[in-house]
């Protein structure tokens, strides 16, 4: 008898038809099973295993249709020897090429690649985030068991025959309508704007979308203005087309509108809540800055990133809104809230820049799965999307309150610069203390935290600055984690005395 062994699906991820279908594609390819004898019948091998006979019927018939076994009729099912033998060569041959491989030169990508985007700074974060108990970490997101139930639901409902059309063929470089229609009737609106379908370009996420644009507006001999301190990922992607960054600095209120912007040709902006220090750009500079943009012919770049989170006051329409020039190009994500690893968001730009990202997104993917994108148009359709945004501003606004609550108790010499919402906080610790000393103490009690000297341009970036991130956390072990970050502190501040 073919001997596995199954686990509870609870424990394992898997079903246990998937763990059965599995099992005997190892046992065929690694020759357990025997060519010439018959496989276990359904009935034997759930008895065997302890499973319904259903279970093994479907996963006997999916590895018939798959090619891996053939029935034989009044004898049972047989492995099938030469679709069998096929697999083997192939992995054979792959194996054989690999050993007759040429000897590496040590040298062969350092006189050809142009660039190295590893030696850029970027932010560090674990892959292994969720081991800590306390993980103070930007852009993860607490497990919302509603949503993944209803993403579920909206995935088999695209994947049913009625939606099928939509996705099942290539489509080119085109977007799907229904996701199209949504965005334009239900997303644009909350943040006071209007569009056309010629006027949006659905993308792999908000990272994606600043790639693009980055490839057709940088460049050697291009001047892009970005924030200092500010998102490092994009400019790393405005840097490696050549151009030259300009640092703008920051303020409590925002971007700093001067003279310095007159000299670039594209500036980059995040007004809802500044990365990293979370301000908004207040209305008065919103106005200004369009303004600004028109008189000095500038494009400006609007990364409107959690438009959605504000705790206090009412959320600002966004810039893009004042724009009747097309001068503002408005980059905006519909996952970064709900589920940051589906990655849709999208580009609301002037017709003829829409139509040259798209002409580009063709030669680079064609377009984001069509599959995923009528998913998050029923999504958004059926209100999900809204009522997942609801739930996820009371979660973060008890845990802002909390948080900056248990920092002014038990840190009170720690200053947080003042936000009306997001889902981090920009700290500044007393003069002496190293943020990433403070990183390995903390992450010897299990909090994770983010030093923020990679978000400053030139050597004399701040050590004493940090961005906690609380979205992931949950709120009942904030004030503890708060605790073991002041004992961290206070460890580096021992560490770093003189000695008397």
């Known amino acids: 008898m073919l001997t596995l062994e199954l686990q509870d699906p609870a424990v394992s991820g898997y079903t246990l038809q998937q763990q059965l279908h599995q099992g005997l594609i190892d046992a065929i390819l690694g020759g357990t099973l025997p060519l010439h004898d018959p496989l276990p019948s359904t009935r034997d091998l759930a008895a065997a295993l302890g499973i319904s006979r259903n279970t093994v019927v479907l996963t006997y018939q999916r590895l018939m249709d798959d090619g891996y076994l053939t029935p034989v009729r009044r004898r049972g099912h047989f492995v099938n020897e030469q679709y069998i033998r096929q697999q083997l060569r192939l992995r054979l041959d792959t194996r054989t090429a690999s050993l007759f491989a040429p000897e590496r030169d040590p040298g062969l990508w350092d006189k050809r690649l142009r660039q190295r985007p590893t030696r850029q700074r970027n932010i560090i974060k674990p892959s292994n985030w969720r081991e800590f108990p306390y993980p103070f970490i930007y852009g993860q997101v607490a497990t919302d068991k509603i949503s993944i139930a209803r993403w579920r639901d909206c995935m088999r409902l695209a994947g049913s025959g009625v939606h099928a059309t939509s996705w099942i063929g290539d489509q080119m470089d085109a977007d799907d309508p229904m996701l199209l229609d949504q965005i334009i009737t239900r997303v644009l609106p909350h943040r006071g704007l209007r569009a056309h379908r010629d006027q949006l370009l659905v993308t792999m996420g908000a990272q994606n979308a600043l790639y693009m644009i980055g490839q057709l507006l940088g460049g ?18 405005f840097a490696a087309t050549g151009a030259e960054l300009v640092p ?3 303020d409590a209120n925002g971007l700093m509108l001067s003279d310095t912007l007159g000299g670039c040709d594209v500036i980059y902006t995040t007004p809802s809540h500044q990365c990293p220090t979370s301000v908004t750009l207040s209305l008065p500079r919103r106005m200004r800055l369009v303004e600004q943009v028109q008189q000095d ?3 400006l770049i609007e990364d409107d990133y959690e438009h959605e989170l504000n705790f206090l006051g009412q959320q600002h329409a966004a810039i893009k809104s004042y724009d009747n020039a097309g001068r503002v190009i408005y980059v905006g994500s519909l996952t970064k809230l ?9 580009v609301l730009a002037d017709a003829e820049l829409i139509q040259e990202l798209r002409a580009l997104r063709r030669l680079v993917y064609r377009h984001p799965s069509a ?9 958004i359709a059926e209100g999900h999307l809204d009522a997942h945004i609801r739930r996820t501003r009371d979660r973060l606004s008890a845990k802002w309150h909390i948080l900056q609550r248990e920092i002014a108790r038990q840190m009170p010499d720690v200053h947080v610069t003042a936000t009306t919402g997001g889902s981090a906080l920009w700290l500044r610790l007393p003069d002496g203390i190293d943020t990433w000393a403070v990183h390995r103490e903390c992450a010897r009690r ?4 983010e030093p923020g000297d990679v978000h400053y341009f030139g050597p004399d970036a701040p050590r004493n600055r940090m961005r906690l991130g609380f979205a992931a956390v949950s709120e009942d072990r904030i004030a503890a984690g708060i605790t073991l970050l002041a004992e961290a502190v206070e460890a580096v501040r021992q560490s770093a005395a003189p000695a008397e």
């Open 220 to 237: 050697p001999g291009r001047r892009i203005g970005v924030e200092n301190p500010g998102y490092v990922d994009a400019n790393n992607i």
């Open 248 to 250: 703008l600095p920051v």
């Open 297 to 299: 012919d500038l494009i």
């Open 338 to 346: 709900v589920f940051p690893g589906v990655r849709i968001g999208f």
């Open 371 to 379: 599959q995923n994108q009528r998913a998050m148009a029923i999504f």
């Open 446 to 449: 299990g909090v994770l935290i």
